[in-house]
């Protein structure tokens, strides 16, 4: 039997829109065609890869198998894209960075700007997402390279360290915490402490800066931008990167408070799937940032 890949994508698309309709839409076909195309694939299989009888589809253990060697399928044709680039240089391609919430947001932005000035050929993209789901984006191959806050958990992927990231308590200008600038853990008791959602990696050490200093009250806020303004507006107070309140701190929206002990800082790694052949732009992304000493200021990169 010989596999149709355009109705192999089309299944693909469904699975990742949730839906015929939401699939349609993507691939600008109409949602009996997606339908057919998928049943087409089916007969082929001999197998039911959706189910369609519940209120949203749901996908058939034979459906979960072969989602995965879609996924792979998928993969090499765009490793096959990659190999023939390399052959053309730096002249033109694509490069789509990960990177943690905190890190791609407040250090993937000026190194990428710096890569485009190196290479204005290469078109820019950035995905950012927990620590889960930029590990789960570098293993389905939706993402080449990525910076990550923490080492990676997945063992399809392989790491280095490029910087450090320290943490630091924030709370409300005026609190009285932020008076001395420094204080006991005890001085924090009766604090409602922020946290980020699961997945992130920054949730691992406040948990573990709060389990350190013997604090137990505590509410989960969804991301770092979220947090400082709740933590400005007196709703409690949170451990974030240093870097994420760089201007809030400068200009007087939000106070650090020094407690000791200290977590400890937490590396910040560039990561890729360690069987992913790398395009010129991915590999050249890399080679620039191995040569990061500082968290740039700006557009310096060094």
Request: aromatic share 4%; net charge neutral; with cysteine.
């Amino acid at each position: 039997m010989q596999l149709n890949l355009h109705r192999l994508w089309i299944f693909m698309t469904v699975v990742e829109c949730g839906g015929f309709s939401a699939a349609a839409q993507k691939l600008y076909l109409s949602q009996p065609s997606v339908s057919h195309q998928v049943r087409q694939l089916e007969q082929a299989l001999r197998a039911t890869l959706i189910d369609r009888s519940g209120a949203r589809i749901r996908l058939t253990p034979e459906g979960e198998v072969m989602l995965e060697y879609a996924k792979r399928v998928f993969l090499l044709a765009d490793e096959a894209v990659a190999a023939i680039r390399q052959v053309s240089g730096l002249q033109t391609g694509k490069l789509v960075a990960g990177g943690t919430t905190t890190v791609g947001t407040y250090l993937l932005p000026p190194l990428l700007a710096a890569f485009r000035d190196r290479h204005p050929g290469i078109e820019i993209g950035i995905q950012v997402g927990n620590g889960q789901q930029v590990e789960r984006g570098l293993v389905d191959g939706e993402i080449g390279v990525a910076v990550l806050a923490g080492q990676p958990s997945a063992p399809q992927l392989v790491s280095e360290p490029i910087l450090e990231d320290r943490l630091v308590v924030i709370t409300e200008p005026g609190h009285v915490l932020s008076r001395s600038g420094t204080a006991e853990p005890s001085a924090l008791e009766g604090e409602l402490f922020l946290i980020r959602e699961p997945g992130s990696s920054t949730r691992e050490l406040q948990e573990q800066a709060m389990e350190t200093w013997g604090l137990d009250k505590r509410t989960e806020i969804w991301g770092p931008e979220t947090i400082k303004q709740a933590v400005a507006a007196g709703l409690g107070v949170s451990l974030v990167s240093e870097h994420c309140v760089e201007q809030e701190l400068a200009d007087g929206r939000l106070a650090a408070v020094e407690v000791t002990p200290a977590p400890r800082p937490r590396p910040i790694v560039l990561a890729h799937r360690r069987d992913r052949l790398l395009g010129p732009a991915e590999q050249a992304f890399i080679t620039m940032l191995r040569t990061v000493r500082t968290w740039p200021r700006l557009r310096s990169v060094s």
